[in-house]
């Protein structure tokens, strides 16, 4: 377990926290005066390993070379110069700190980025961090690496096992695709239609962009189910209709080692190390496309339910009789911020090609692709 100390006085800023992967919808926008919960599950923080945050400078005032260097490719609105390492955790567990008057301000329902640091440590007054949590962001406090320092503490007890694949799934998180949405200032806490879960948006943005990068330019076939519903559609539309196709399948533990003749594996990553799950055999030669753990088990294993009500005790086989998840009215759309910051960063995007589909992402989300 790790504690997180102001590095100004060593004053104690959290309490124990395991690590976690980093979620890949922790620098998303989500719509319009959505409220957001929070990020990180309690107990927990993770780490940005790219700099983020201010000082940031226009793509125009960045050299290509140094751009490639950082791993960016492709043109974005600005780079940060803030430091890597920037860690993130819930705001309940966060101690001793304080906001900083001055710099609490934000956009339209709470606090944001703007200002610069907008927490400070109670003991000291140093500046360590920012809390957000204006509409359209998750909330969460994100810790400056260089103004906190880590100490590592004995607490056997507290501290989660690593999960085994297999664990994993009896044990493992699991993301519904759809989720309720909640909107500031609204008469109603929770609209009457369900959304797809900005999770799922966010995940699917991510492994959308490393499918074009694995198709070389030809079509891409994806298993039928949520997978087809997720990512079918944009994948038409974006890669020209000329054949041979290559095939994506999803593989991963507790799935039969079939397909070793796939071009492309959509595999998870392991919510606590981020590890990437590694097929064997011929697939051990496909691209393998992450999707975070939950969502992957959700379109791996989708869910069951049954047709009518049962009385008495629950038959062999039967999972449960209650009413299932509400699904989404609207079209499933990819969110094109995770879209684009995962594919400036694949080298695949040098590709003319798949440039053009980067240049025309405003045209894209317009014909409702994303």
Known sequence: MIVFLCAGCGARLTGPLSQVELPVHAHQKYGNGIQLPV????GTFAVEPEPW?????????????????????????????GPAGTVVLAPGDARGTVLVPERAGGYCCGLAWGD????????????????????SLWQAVWLDPDAVRRLPVD????EPPILTWTELLTKGPTTPPSAPKTRWGSSLAVDARWSW?????????RALAHLLAASDGRPVTVPQGLAAEVFQRALDALLPAVPPARRAVLAGPG????DA?????????HPQTGELWNPSGQAAGAYPVPLPFGVWRCMAFPERHLGFPISGTMPDGVLRDDPPTPRPYERFHADPGTFQDTL??????????????????????QARLF
């Open 39 to 42: 990020l990180m599950e309690p």
């Open 53 to 81: 945050g201010h000082p940031w400078r226009r793509w125009d005032e960045v050299d290509p070379d140094e751009a490639a260097a950082r791993g960016i490719y492709a043109p974005v609105h600005a780079v940060s110069d």
């Open 116 to 135: 610069g640091p907008n927490l400070a440590c109670e003991a000291c007054g140093h500046p360590v961090g920012n809390r957000i949590d204006d509409c």
């Open 155 to 158: 607490d056997a007890e507290a």
């Open 197 to 205: 879960s900005p999770q799922w948006e966010a995940a699917v943005g």
């Open 255 to 258: 799935l039969p080692t079939r």
């Open 261 to 269: 003749d796939a071009d492309i594996v959509i595999v998870p990553t």
């Open 344 to 365: 400036v960063r694949l080298p695949a995007v040098r590709s003319p090609w798949l440039r053009e589909i980067l240049d025309n992402l405003t045209h894209h989300q």
